[in-house]
Each structure stands twice: as C-alpha cells, then as structure tokens.
C-alpha cells in the first residue's frame, strides 16, 4: 500500500495516422487512494486497435498507445483499495471511468454512460490522454479493475476483456441461452468465435454464417458449430430461411442485413456487434412479416464483465489466439486487415517489450 | 343461439365496388360469397374503413394484386346470421372483421393468437382461401367470415370510428403492449401523423406517456397538441429542433410509408431506445450500424395484431372511450377518397358508409 510518484512508463504508440507502432516513452499518474496499478503481462490485439490508430473513426488523437484487452498482476493499490492484493491476477478492459451518477451507470451499463472514458484514446477526468495496454504498466481505478480466475492461461483470457464481453453481454441481455435454441453466427473472427463458444456453452445448435470455406474445418472441428453455410450460397441460406431463432452478426464490413433477417423465425432478432462505417440497408417488410428486430450491443458494463470472467472461469473458457512478441505488432495489424488471424492476436508484453 | 338458414346452400349475393385493373377506379360490383358454413358469422356491414394498403393493392404496387378486387379490411357490421357451430355470437351483435379471414391454427403462430405470422394465413381481400375461393374484403353489403375472425365491438363507441381500430388500431396496439411501448411517464416519439400515426398519439396519451410527433407537415401542429393531446411536435426537416431531441425518447412507433433515413429517429433515442415499423415504404431504409451499436437501440417491425389482441384492445378502446378520427363518406365516393387519400388529404382515415347503398 501506499502511493508512489507519476511513473516514466513505456509502451508503442502509433504517432500519426498511418497507424505504425513503435516504442514511445510516457508517464502514468501516481496510484491514487483509489487505483490499482497493475505491471502488464498480456495484452490483445482488438480490430478496433486497428481502425483508431489509423483513424478510420475519425477522432484519433496521437500519439495512441492501443491495447484494452490488458492481463496482468497487481503492483501496488491505493490506501482505500481493499478488493484487490499485489500479485493478484487482473485485467482491465475497454472502460477506465465513468460517472457513476446517471441512469447508465446506476443500470451497471457504464459504456453507456455520456461521461465514460476509454481505455485509450480518450480524455481522462484529469484531463490527460488515456494510454492503454501496449505497454508496461497501467493504472485505473479499482472500479474499473477485473478479477481474472486463476485457472485460466492469462494470454488466452485477455480477449475475453472485449471480444469476450461485446457478445456475452448481448447474447445474456436479448435472451440467447435458452438451452436447444438455433444460434446464428455471421462472421467468424475475434467476436465470432466467442460466439460460438459461448453459445456451445448455453446449449444451444449453432450455425455458422461465413464467406470464408476455408473456415468450415475449424469452425465444426475446434469450436464444435453444428452447420456451417457459406452466406454466398443461395440455395442453402434460401433452405435455411425461417429456421433460425437469433442472431449475433459480427461483420465489420457492410453487408445485406436482409438476407440473415430472412434466416429468423418469427419474434426473431439479430444483433449488430460490428461497426461497418456505411449504412446498411433495411427493408422494412424484413422486420415487419415476422415481428423480428435489428439490434446492436457495445462491449458490457463492469459488473457483467466479471460475471462473464467467472463464467469462463468456470466452463474453461478461453479464447484461440496467437501470441506475438511486442516486435511484431505492425506485421500483425497487417495480418488483421487481412482477417489473417485464428482468431485474435495476443502481445506478450511481460516477456517482449523493449524500447527496440 | 345459433341456426343455420334455410337457405344455407344457396351463394349469397353481395353488392360492392370493385377495381378491375391496375388503374385502381373502382365501380359498382355485384359478386357473390360462398354460403355460410357452420362456423361461419354473416353480417350486415355498415362501415368499411380505407386502408393505405387498399390503395397500393388497388394500383398494383406491391405487384401481388388480382382483379375484380373488392378491397377493404376495417369492417363494422350487424350480425344477421350465424353457423350452427358459432358459439361467441348472435344475431344482432355489432361486429367487425380486421385483416384476416383464416389462418391454420396447427403452428407456433396460431397457438400463440399470433395469426398473422401464420404461413397460412389469408387476407381479407386480394388473397385465396385454401377451397380455392379468392377473398373479397368490406367495400361490400355483406361480409361472411369465420368466427374465429369476427370480434366484437363495444356498443358505447360510434361504428365508423371504430370500424379503423380493426387494422390501424391493432397495428399501432399490438407493438406497443409488445415491445413494452406502455410505460407511464415515458417518453414515446410517433413519426408521421396519419391514420397510423393519430391512433399511436391516442394510445400514447391513454398509457400516459409524453408524446412527440414528428411530421414533415407543420400545419399539423395545432390538431396534433389540441385534439389528440400530443405534448409535443417537432418539424423533422428542422434540424435544429431535431438536435434538440437527441437522447431523449425511449420509444418510438414509425408510420412513415415512403423511403426516408431511420437516423435522424435514431438519433433521438436514448440509450436502449426502441423503434418499431408499421409503415411499409417500398425502398430500402438506411441504417447506421453504430447508431444502433453505439446505444444499445433496436429497430423492429410488427404487423397488425392477433385476434386475441385486437379484442383486448377494441375492449380497451370501449372501457376508454377511444375510437378514430374519421371522414365518413358514402361509399358511392370511394375514387374521390382514393385521390385524396394519395394527396394524404385526410383528418386521419375515410370511412364509407354502405348502409347508404340503396338495395
């Protein structure tokens, strides 16, 4: 216990909006009564790390150190942090504050809150940028720190801090546990694929929409899909019409919404999780015959997190990733962009970040 | 009670208007219904609602229709006879048919008093029946239906302002009860101000909400605040009284029928917000993804209501009085109502009136 001064910490930044990450020195607050700091030992590669360092959302602030899938252990917490113990293995996600006095937060929806600050590439409540977890160290207030379970490899688990959360949140909230349901899956990448492991979890029959065949092996072999169709094949989606109960739809790209609405059963929904920068296009008749809807979900709340880590926990829940050194995070957002990745990118910060 | 006629096997003879082509000019028809089976309710019709949908499938838009149609779904009549196997009612009963004439009763839908999301279901008009029969809808003298698909109506409400609650009514009722759109205190937006549109004010006001309309008409406002209580109207091409919007309903019922941008309404929602669709555009709408990521929102769609539904809400209506507000006029004048429904020149449904057919 105890609080120490602002700490030189480093990390890799992207400088401008070519989006190239290399080593980059800065400071983080002194813990405060409140915060946690943690040393971190992993960090995923989220595909929203990709769009804001080369700012395809517009609203990039450089330089941007990404990283909000962040691993690691506690190394110090502040006088009126009782929760949490150096050593402790935690994580921190998408979210470091919020204001904890509106309806969103009060609902444990803080990602909903208009004060929220973002792990990086935000504005914190000091009114300094927020560095996320491509580096060193981090420090965040207890609110806003995780529990990660103990029995779970910390690599394979630190995607779990947004891929995991940005569809268990969802598929809890809109009902997708029901137990021998038909789940829908469209897009197999870092979202997806928690998808499917969650939705095998609740018991329910999973059909995987993808363009990629050579994703089927996997998809049946590893993740245990139960159909797999190729969303280009219209006699099989045309076959698979009306059968469908709901829908996570993970494409970042855009796409014809009408075509997965015409695969739900009546009081059917589908529930947007990708962020295509375009509008999509809607026939209203898609929703209207049908009673279905279109809906969209942002990560999770603090609360929900921890109950999806605990979840995980539990069941063995992990994500398939690939661990990377810190060097090779520009050939890997390469590798991103090309969906060339099973199924997210995962920097072992503990072991190989250097100032080279 | 219950008696088949004597003359149960005989068709009976109708009188209508019909169109006879895409040019949707309606003219007088004589046709004839199917005798009445066992469990079939035949009525008197008084009044016979106009539906935006009579219009597009008299002129053919939706590429679905077949001639001689007799169009026509909101139907108030008196029961002049009844099936031997009617049960729920009698003569002299005041009575309508909605939108729907049969349905399998034998799927999730039907068990659930969902019949319109039956794959069997038959319309009212425009629309064959499994014998082969095409349907023939309430521009007519008489209506003959299966009793499954004839409800009541409260004796206390005036019949041609009722007669609209059978399929605007539901319409606007049924997503309202479903997607928990009843929320005292809440904030309800209602876009386009018709005939849709009117009933979702009303309905909105009887859950006591605060109600928003939002038009493209500001000679709207005035009725909208002080015949149907809206709280408040917003011009949707002010973009400066659209900012002032944001973030600040909880629900919304969307009527418009023309392509438009959903982002903008979108907009206006707070986080976890809903839209449903009732209207059906031809085109394509546009949606934001991150409009609807970024907030938790949804948009859905709903399609009239169950028979089950609409006697609850043809109840509600009686118990609070609420009916339409409507423009009855002899139905000799349907092709001038026609022209002037297009021209949306209407406070806010027609109604014709069939008791002024001379027999």
């Known amino acids: 216990m105890g609080e120490s001064g602002v700490v030189e ?22 813990t405060g009564p409140h915060d946690v700091k943690m040393k971190v ?10 769009h804001q360092i080369r700012n395809d959302w517009r609203g990039s602030v450089f330089p941007m150190v990404p990283g909000h899938e962040v691993v690691g252990v506690v190394k110090e917490v502040g006088s009126e942090v009782d929760d949490f113990k150096v050593g402790q293995l935690i994580g921190v996600g998408c979210m470091v504050h919020s204001c904890h006095s509106c309806e969103s937060c009060d609902n444990g929806l803080e990602q909903f809150c208009p004060k929220v600050v973002w792990t990086y590439n935000s504005v914190d409540t000091d009114g300094t940028p927020t560095y996320g977890g491509y580096s060193g160290e981090l420090v965040c207030n207890r609110k806003f720190v995780l529990r990660m379970p103990e029995n779970l490899p910390p690599d394979a688990a630190a995607p779990l801090l947004c891929a995991g959360i940005t569809v268990y949140s969802p598929m809890k909230h809109f009902g997708m546990t029901e137990k021998g349901k038909s789940f829908g899956l469209v897009g197999l990448g870092g979202l997806g694929h928690m998808a499917v492991k ?23 072999g590893i993740l245990g899909a139960d159909e797999f169709i190729l969303s280009t094949d219209k006699e099989k989606m045309k076959a698979a019409e009306k059968t469908i109960d709901y829908i996570i739809d993970t494409v970042s790209a855009v796409h014809t919404l009408d075509d997965y609405l015409a695969l739900l059963k009546t009081n059917g929904k589908i529930i947007l999780v990708g962020v295509p920068e375009s509008p999509l296009q ?16 942002l990560i999770g709340g603090v609360a929900e997190t921890q109950e999806m880590l605990d ?3 539990k069941n063995n829940i992990t994500c398939m990733i690939e661990k990377i050194p810190m060097s090779y995070v520009n050939t890997a957002m ?15 910060i503990e072991n190989t970040l250097t100032s080279e | 009670m219950s008696r088949m006629g004597s003359d149960a096997h005989v068709p009976i003879e109708v009188f209508g208007y019909a169109a006879k082509d895409t040019t949707g000019h309606m003219s007088p028809f004589k046709f004839t219904r199917k005798p009445a089976g066992a469990e079939d309710v035949t009525l008197k019709v008084h009044y016979c609602g106009i539906c935006h949908s009579d219009l597009h499938q008299l002129r053919g838009d939706w590429g679905n229709s077949k001639y001689p ?3 026509g779904h909101e139907i108030v009549g008196t029961v002049t006879s009844v099936g031997s196997a009617v049960s729920k009612f009698k003569v002299g009963d005041t009575v309508g048919v909605g939108c729907m004439v049969y349905s399998c009763h034998n799927c999730d839908s039907c068990d659930k008093g969902l019949e319109q999301y039956c794959d069997k279901m038959v319309w009212t008009y425009n629309d064959v029946l499994p014998d082969g029969t095409a349907t023939q809808g309430g521009y007519s003298t008489i209506m003959v239906a299966n009793e499954k698909f004839v409800v009541h109506i409260p004796e206390n409400l005036p019949k041609d302002a009722a007669a609209p609650l059978l399929c605007a009514g539901i319409t606007i009722w049924s997503p309202m009860l479903y997607f928990g759109m009843n929320v005292k205190g809440a904030k309800f937006g209602v876009v386009g101000l018709g005939g849709l549109g009117h009933m979702a004010v009303k309905f909105g006001k009887a859950f006591g909400m605060h109600v928003t309309v939002f038009s493209t008409s500001p000679s709207k406002e005035k009725e909208a605040r002080e015949l149907l209580g809206a709280d408040d109207f917003v011009v949707s091409r002010d973009e400066e009284a659209m900012n002032a919007k944001a973030k600040s309903l909880d629900f919304i019922i969307n009527t418009i029928s023309v392509q438009h941008s959903l982002n903008p309404y979108l907009s206006t929602l707070k986080s976890n917000g809903k839209m449903c669709l009732v209207g059906i555009p031809e085109k394509e709408l546009s949606v934001l993804p991150v409009q609807l990521v970024a907030g938790r929102k949804m948009v859905a769609g709903s399609l009239i209501g169950g028979m089950k539904e609409t006697e609850e809400m043809l109840e509600f209506c009686g118990k609070n009085n609420i009916t339409c507000l409507v423009e009855t006029l002899p139905v000799a004048e349907c092709n001038t109502a026609m022209e002037r429904l297009a021209n949306n020149d209407v406070k806010y449904r027609f109604v014709l009136d069939l008791d002024s057919v001379q027999q």
């Open chain 1, 9 to 30: 910490t480093l990390g890799w930044a992207a400088q401008d909006k070519s989006g190239h990450l290399a080593p980059f020195k800065f400071t983080r607050r002194a």
């Open chain 1, 41 to 50: 030992t992993y960090c995923g590669i989220c595909h929203s790390d990709l």
């Open chain 1, 198 to 220: 969650f939705a095998k979890a609740f018991g329910l029959k999973v059909t995987i929409f993808s363009t990629s065949p050579a994703k089927e092996k996997e998809a049946r």
């Open chain 1, 282 to 297: 809607l026939s209203p008749t898609s929703v209207i015959f049908g009673r279905r809807f279109v809906g969209g979900s």
């Open chain 1, 311 to 313: 979840f995980c926990g």
């Open chain 1, 334 to 348: 390469e590798r991103l962009q090309k969906n060339d990745v099973k199924y997210r990118f995962v920097i072992d």
């Open chain 2, 69 to 71: 149609m007799v169009p």
